[in-house]
């Protein structure tokens, strides 16, 4: 949620929701991006440079996702003459399309909270 103050200066409102299983992060925005890239591009590394994150990064990522969930939410497949690529499974289509749909619901319910403390954050001219 955005409220526009002027043209120099923009106050928003950006909640961080993190699923845990134990002490992985199961998922939270970090890994949704990743998720979109791989859809987006078929390949974990373009999704890893569009997101300026190294190769290994992004793979222990999906590492992690793979790991917590019943089934997988990237199936990757290795490089070599015929290429390689990565594509979400159903199941990570699911988990990807569940975690934006709770982004969506947390901030309408927190709109009337952020109204009131976007009223009372100094805009630039104060």
Same mark, same amino acid.
């Not at 934006?100 to 805009?123: C, D, F, V, Y």
């Given at each position: 949620?955005?409220?526009?103050?002027?043209?120099? &200066?923009?106050?928003?409102?950006?909640?961080?929701?993190?699923?845990?299983?134990?002490?992985?992060?199961?998922?939270?925005?970090?890994?949704?991006? #990743?998720?979109? &890239?791989?859809?987006?591009? $078929?390949?974990?590394? &373009?999704?890893?440079?569009?997101? %300026?994150?190294?190769?290994?990064?992004?793979?222990? #990522?999906?590492?992690?996702?793979?790991?917590?969930?019943?089934?997988? +939410?990237?199936?990757?497949?290795?490089?070599?003459? $015929?290429?390689?690529?990565?594509? +979400?499974?159903?199941?990570?289509? %699911?988990?990807?399309?569940?975690?934006?749909?709770?982004?969506? &619901?947390? =901030?309408?319910?927190?709109?009337?909270?952020?109204?009131?403390?976007?009223?009372? =954050?100094?805009?630039?001219?104060?």
């Amino acid at each position: 949620m955005r409220t526009k103050t002027n043209d120099r &200066q923009t106050i928003a409102l950006l909640p961080r929701i993190r699923i845990l299983r134990g002490k992985d992060v199961a998922f939270g925005p970090g890994k949704a991006d #990743l998720l979109e &890239q791989i859809r987006e591009t $078929g390949s974990l590394n &373009q999704a890893a440079r569009r997101l %300026r994150m190294s190769y290994m990064k992004a793979w222990l #990522l999906v590492r992690v996702m793979n790991a917590c969930y019943k089934k997988p +939410l990237v199936k990757a497949s290795r490089g070599g003459s $015929g290429g390689g690529g990565a594509e +979400l499974t159903s199941a990570g289509e %699911r988990v990807l399309s569940l975690y934006r749909t709770m982004e969506r &619901q947390s =901030l309408r319910a927190m709109e009337p909270a952020w109204a009131g403390i976007a009223s009372l =954050l100094k805009s630039e001219s104060s």
